[in-house]
């Protein structure tokens, strides 16, 4: 067992109420028709995306699915900066030329969202190379979905990564749906980790609306590849509630299944931890939970605020300048 | 065509109808693609289809685009008239070994032994913030594939007329949808034989002032701007190349013989767009004599598509290139 | 066991020979810089390509490999015509169009050889699906390499066929080496079959230089698909004795790993097993070796013999006429 | 320069020099792709270099183009400088993705905050009797991907200037060599910072009469064409754009502005081809009111390469071609 210091769960479960007001905040501005273009929304997941990435070290590297605020949150970035790039504003991460499918903080080792499914199998591959070729010790940490694993970026990355042993955790957040295919329309398979056997690396199933297993895992998942060991592959059981993004009647499911796991909310069952061990006060907890929330409000007023880009930023960026 | 064996509907509704009228023509043709079943895909266009045809006909596949193409050609090879969705067109890039080196080539290279009846319809284009990755027009690329045949209709009209003549086609016809038409209403014929030809370009508008070469969505900002050029006297012709490849140049050198004055435009990144490979054609021809000043070749700019919205809609041709490209043709800037 | 007929042992023992021949000679023509363009050869691997085409049933359809001489011949395709297309001529199969890589007999179920590594798989699942669909019966034999296993399309396609249960064979000659590459550096695994798994259909490893095993495997896995009970994945080990093609000087293998393999020589095995069970008498034998060397002798003759094709063919057969 | 700071070597060797110096110089520069360590590469560019550099830096890759090229992208963003190996370009179709939609695209959309220094290697072209699946030249699907730098040496000192320029360029740049240009001789500046600049086009032959752009191996075929005519008393110019995207048109507009005649000639399929982006910009360029004559652009046929040796060279524009061109153009046929 890890052992978890009180900063560290004050931490995590501030991100994970963040993660899930951020996306609240989303799914309200998309309705009031505030947002131009599509936003994937992880409510129901945010124990993946969130604990996950505050398994790793400083340094370490992610990259991130289409559905990617809570993990983004996990990671560190700034809300701010996040609910700006998601309005298009020029103080968004991208500038506002990305949009909430593709925010990215690269110095800081986040290598962005990603609107291809599959697209971050191999560019998290790359990312290890370097880790190891330059000998740095850290880690790369890529999200796709259920439905990327059946893509031919799946297959030919961790085949290299097994082959090269890169540094590299592949976290695949199963929420049962790929768009409107549930799994078992799209693969044949029980437990999607039992894809690493071809590979030969090691392939685990977790509950990913557990934070502990969540975190636990991927801790140990990090050590291993950090060794010098090779890739690992995690499979995240859990669950979207929204829609895949805003044009979504979901036909495919009954309520009936989203209440069900609604019954296993991340969110809550964090807080239900919490209150068992006693290890916040009910004052604490609350006090958490107001301060993720006011964040989030703050975020909406900053990028509120915020000015739109100038209209010559559209030719800006295509190519970097000097030379090595 | 009496308007009383005409029916109003949006393009999405009427390329459904096309589909679905060659469906019950053939049942060889299926159709599959990415959430195409219950959810009627991304843009609704195979909303309903599912219940009409069942599952053996109409065909959810993975998220596995290289998978989905591929499997088309080796059905089309074999027999059945693939239909097959790509999502976003720019998840073609996922699919082009199949298209160009499978599809394309095995006729060819087989020396005449099959032929590869499929329609692949790719949703384009840019305005609805999708940003870089889910807003290319590609065209220009599968326009350099000999073997593939590229198509892309701007009404309703011709989207049923060009579905059903790009699945009753023996090639592979790359379809391409621009994604704000979707929405778009007009009238359509009503006749299950309405068919627009593959390999014709349509006069959307007499004039003999200025020729002006659009499709897609830059049709209707020409329309726009010879809407507004009309007040004042000056007659814009506009042509739409709805066969994009192999493309009917023809009315277009006609025209140009007739205007002198030549603009072409397209959404897609104007360099290495099929603009070029236009004003070529009729820099070739005997139009050559004809022109009166330079040719105009209106693009999008040569950047990835941003998300923001401003900056998004200044990524293409609007109304005023048009206008003011007319006015430096004729001479009245 | 299934019960080979005298008559098959024969068709078999004479294909297997065509085929070393048929090689033997293209190697000869290339030697003499008598063949314009690549050519991969498979002496050594032939009763995996022979064996398993012969196992087919009639209307029974193939996709095959870059190395595909040797399945072509056992699927049953005419040597003169053949021959013909691997010198361009016009009487040859593509009308010299396609040469050795692109080998196809369209009509009779031969979907063609395949220049690109592992673009079979995908072809294979769409011919499998319109024989599901068109409810025919037929059954698909998709040939491969090992090296191909590690490409996109192998995934996705195996993924496909599983989920939509098509009747398709994949049938991997993993002959050892992707070009120069030992599969222990292209991959980490000892069983290919064993990616089978990630899909939860059949897998099954064999001797891809035994003739038995070869065409009983086969011959079992085609009724499985031919059943309706989906996809099945094979492995033959077997190995090639000739360069990745011409242009290869070999130096990622030594001449003792050769030498071993022809102890386990495939047409060798075969004329043991005949002598040892004492089917056919050693003039019977020679018999057949010496009609399928004089076969493919006449092969030679007849593409010599045969037209270029005519200047104007380099425009004809881009498209098909006609509409539907 | 003078001729003892050159040696004489073919293009292969000379894009290898270009590599080992700039691997020497930079330990970052690292090289991948498919058999190009013991065996050297398909076309024998990377011979010797795994001795040389070591397995760290010299990667054989499983046969997984898509792969290959995301890994590289990935490395790039990170602070590698992948050189990649595509043994064909047509292989180039797995790879689309991660090429059009990451690498090209990467920086745009993060708004400037990441930077993707790698090289594609894209060996191209036909003539080695390959057919159809591994003799395109694709280039011009490139040039229309803005993020994206295009180049093509067709000398071996520009193969190793050019090499050199692509490896330190912060940008990704697909490299095209045209697989017969491998065995070409020619000397080659030793000087380690010789460099081609990316962006520039190169006037390989002055003249006055007739003004040809060409690239890759249909550049040697208007030279052997301007020799010929050259004792016809015709001087033609003759221009080769090393970078095909961003193309550096200058020269090539003061060319026709002089000559007042122009040839556009490329292998790749005509329709769709760079020819017809050429054609346009120098119609769109004050070049337009020089032109004696209609431009003449020279494009492989608008099929597949065929596998017979007379039909796969007949595909392409050969010396004649260029030769009648010109008579044309001067109105001597
Ligand atoms: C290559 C590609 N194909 C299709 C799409 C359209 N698309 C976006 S998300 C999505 C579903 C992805 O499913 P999964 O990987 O399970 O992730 P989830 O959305 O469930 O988080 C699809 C089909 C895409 N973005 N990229
Ligand atoms: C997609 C693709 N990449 C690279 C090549 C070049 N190539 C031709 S055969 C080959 C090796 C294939 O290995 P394997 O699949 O094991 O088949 P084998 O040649 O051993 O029969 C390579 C790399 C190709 N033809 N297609
Ligand atoms: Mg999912
Ligand atoms: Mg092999």
Same mark, same amino acid.
């Given at each position: 067992?890890?052992?978890?210091?009180?900063?560290?769960?004050?931490?995590?479960?501030?991100?994970?109420?963040?993660?899930?007001?951020?996306?609240?905040? &989303?799914?309200?501005?998309?309705?009031?028709?505030?947002?131009?273009?599509?936003?994937?929304l992880?409510?129901?997941? %945010?124990?993946?995306?969130?604990m !996950?990435?505050?398994?790793?070290?400083?340094?370490?590297?992610?990259?991130?699915?289409?559905?990617?605020?809570?993990?983004?949150?996990?990671?560190?970035?700034?809300?701010?900066?996040?609910?700006?790039?998601?309005?298009?504003?020029?103080?968004?991460?991208?500038k506002?030329?990305?949009?909430?499918?593709?925010?990215?903080?690269?110095?800081?080792?986040?290598?962005?969202?990603?609107?291809? /499914?599959?697209?971050?199998?191999?560019?998290?591959?790359?990312?290890?190379?370097? $880790?190891?070729?330059?000998?740095?010790?850290?880690?790369?940490?890529?999200?796709?979905?259920?439905?990327?694993?059946?893509?031919?970026?799946?297959?030919? !990355?961790?085949?290299?990564?097994?082959?090269?042993?890169?540094?590299?955790?592949?976290?695949? %957040?199963?929420?049962q749906y790929?768009?409107?295919?549930?799994?078992?329309?799209?693969?044949?398979?029980?437990?999607?980790?039992?894809?690493?056997?071809?590979?030969?690396?090691?392939?685990?199933?977790? *509950?990913?609306?557990?934070?502990?297993?969540?975190?636990?895992?991927v801790?140990?998942?990090?050590?291993?590849?950090? #060794?010098?060991?090779?890739? @690992?592959?995690? =499979?995240?059981?859990?669950?979207?509630?929204?829609?895949h993004?805003?044009? *979504?009647?979901?036909?495919?499911?009954?309520k009936?299944?989203?209440?069900?796991?609604?019954?296993? *909310?991340?969110v809550?069952?964090?807080?239900?931890?919490?209150?068992?061990? +006693?290890?916040?006060?009910?004052?604490?907890?609350?006090?958490?939970?107001?301060?993720?929330?006011?964040?989030?409000?703050?975020?909406?007023?900053?990028?509120?605020?915020?000015?739109?880009? $100038?209209?010559?930023?559209?030719?800006? *960026?295509?190519?970097?300048?000097?030379?090595? | 065509?009496?308007?009383?064996?005409?029916?109003?509907?949006?393009?999405?509704?009427?390329?459904?109808?096309?589909?679905?009228? =060659?469906?019950?023509?053939?049942?060889?043709?299926?159709?599959?693609?990415?959430?195409?079943?219950?959810?009627g895909?991304?843009?609704?266009?195979?909303?309903?289809?599912?219940? =009409?045809?069942?599952?053996?006909?109409?065909?959810?596949?993975?998220?596995?685009e290289?998978?989905?193409?591929?499997?088309?050609?080796?059905?089309?090879?074999?027999?059945? +008239?693939?239909?097959?969705?790509?999502?976003?067109?720019d998840?073609?890039? &996922?699919?082009?070994?199949?298209?160009?080196? $499978?599809?394309?080539?095995?006729?060819?290279?087989?020396?005449?032994? !099959?032929?590869?009846?499929?329609?692949?319809?790719?949703?384009?284009?840019?305005?609805?913030?999708?940003?870089?990755?889910?807003?290319?027009?590609?065209?220009?690329?599968?326009?350099?594939?000999?073997?593939?045949?590229?198509?892309?209709?701007?009404?309703?009209?011709?989207?049923?007329?060009?579905?059903? #003549?790009?699945? +009753?086609?023996?090639?592979?016809?790359c379809?391409? %949808?621009?994604?704000?038409?979707?929405?778009?209403?007009?009238?359509?014929?009503?006749?299950e034989?309405?068919?627009?030809?593959?390999?014709?370009?349509?006069?959307?508008?007499?004039?003999?002032?200025?020729?002006?070469?659009?499709?897609?969505?830059? &049709?209707?900002?020409?329309?726009?701007? #010879?809407?507004?050029?009309?007040?004042?006297?000056?007659?814009?012709?506009?042509?739409?190349?709805?066969?994009?490849?192999p493309?009917?140049?023809?009315?277009?050198? %006609?025209?140009?013989?007739?205007?002198?004055? &030549?603009?072409?435009?397209?959404?897609?990144?104007?360099?290495?767009?099929?603009?070029?490979?236009i /004003?070529? +054609?009729?820099?070739? !021809?005997?139009?050559?004599?004809?022109?009166?000043?330079?040719?105009?070749?209106?693009?999008?700019?040569? @950047?990835?598509?941003?998300?923001?919205?401003?900056?998004e809609?200044?990524?293409?041709?609007?109304?005023?290139?048009?206008?003011?490209?007319?006015?430096?043709?004729?001479n009245?800037?």
């Amino acid at each position: 067992m890890i052992e978890l210091s009180e900063e560290l769960l004050l931490r995590m479960y501030y991100k994970i109420n963040q993660a899930r007001f951020f996306e609240a905040k &989303l799914d309200e501005l998309v309705a009031k028709g505030k947002v131009h273009g599509a936003i994937h929304l992880s409510m129901g997941q %945010e124990a993946t995306g969130v604990m !996950s990435c505050l398994a790793l070290e400083e340094g370490d590297l992610v990259s991130l699915s289409h559905r990617g605020h809570a993990q983004a949150i996990g990671f560190g970035l700034d809300v701010n900066l996040m609910m700006a790039e998601c309005l298009g504003k020029a103080t968004g991460y991208c500038k506002g030329k990305g949009g909430s499918m593709h925010i990215a903080d690269v110095e800081n080792g986040n290598l962005g969202a990603n609107g291809v /499914v599959g697209g971050g199998f191999s560019l998290s591959c790359g990312a290890a190379l370097t $880790q190891k070729y330059q000998k740095t010790g850290k880690v790369v940490l890529c999200f796709a979905g259920d439905g990327a694993t059946n893509g031919g970026n799946f297959h030919e !990355s961790l085949n290299l990564a097994s082959v090269w042993k890169l540094p590299v955790v592949f976290l695949i %957040e199963n929420n049962q749906y790929g768009m409107s295919t549930p799994i078992e329309k799209h693969m044949n398979i029980e437990n999607i980790s039992d894809r690493s056997e071809a590979y030969n690396m090691p392939g685990l199933t977790i *509950d990913g609306n557990d934070f502990l297993d969540v975190y636990n895992t991927v801790t140990k998942a990090l050590r291993y590849a950090r #060794a010098g060991k090779g890739p @690992v592959l995690i =499979e995240a059981k859990t669950y979207r509630y929204n829609g895949h993004s805003q044009s *979504d009647n979901q036909l495919y499911r009954d309520k009936q299944e989203v209440r069900e796991w609604q019954k296993k *909310d991340p969110v809550q069952k964090m807080k239900e931890y919490l209150r068992e061990h +006693r290890i916040f006060t009910e004052k604490q907890i609350q006090k958490m939970e107001d301060e993720a929330k006011a964040s989030i409000d703050q975020a909406l007023e900053f990028a509120n605020a915020s000015p739109e880009p $100038q209209l010559n930023a559209v030719l800006e *960026d295509v190519y970097a300048g000097g030379v090595n | 065509m009496k308007t009383s064996d005409m029916k109003k509907m949006t393009y999405r509704d009427a390329l459904r109808l096309g589909i679905t009228e =060659e469906m019950h023509r053939d049942e060889n043709v299926i159709f599959m693609g990415e959430d195409i079943g219950l959810y009627g895909g991304a843009f609704g266009v195979s909303a309903g289809l599912l219940e =009409e045809f069942g599952e053996d006909r109409i065909l959810d596949t993975p998220i596995a685009e290289a998978a989905m193409v591929g499997t088309a050609v080796g059905a089309a090879t074999t027999g059945l +008239r693939p239909i097959c969705e790509i999502m976003f067109m720019d998840f073609i890039t &996922l699919g082009m070994d199949a298209l160009v080196n $499978q599809a394309a080539k095995m006729r060819y290279m087989f020396g005449g032994q !099959s032929q590869v009846p499929m329609v692949l319809r790719l949703p384009a284009g840019s305005g609805i913030g999708a940003a870089a990755q889910h807003s290319q027009s590609l065209e220009a690329w599968l326009c350099h594939v000999p073997g593939l045949k590229v198509v892309t209709p701007s009404t309703p009209a011709q989207a049923k007329g060009l579905i059903k #003549a790009a699945i +009753r086609d023996n090639n592979p016809v790359c379809f391409i %949808e621009h994604k704000l038409l979707y929405d778009k209403v007009g009238l359509v014929p009503l006749d299950e034989d309405y068919l627009v030809e593959i390999g014709t370009t349509v006069v959307e508008r007499p004039g003999k002032d200025v020729t002006i070469v659009a499709y897609g969505t830059t &049709l209707a900002k020409a329309i726009e701007a #010879a809407d507004f050029l009309e007040e004042e006297g000056i007659k814009v012709e506009i042509l739409n190349p709805v066969t994009l490849y192999p493309m009917d140049m023809k009315p277009i050198i %006609e025209s140009v013989i007739k205007t002198g004055c &030549l603009i072409v435009a397209h959404e897609a990144s104007k360099t290495g767009g099929l603009g070029g490979e236009i /004003v070529a +054609r009729v820099v070739e !021809s005997e139009a050559f004599d004809y022109l009166n000043a330079p040719i105009i070749r209106l693009g999008g700019l040569d @950047v990835p598509i941003p998300f923001n919205q401003e900056l998004e809609a200044s990524v293409v041709p609007q109304r005023n290139d048009f206008v003011h490209g007319v006015y430096r043709l004729l001479n009245r800037e």
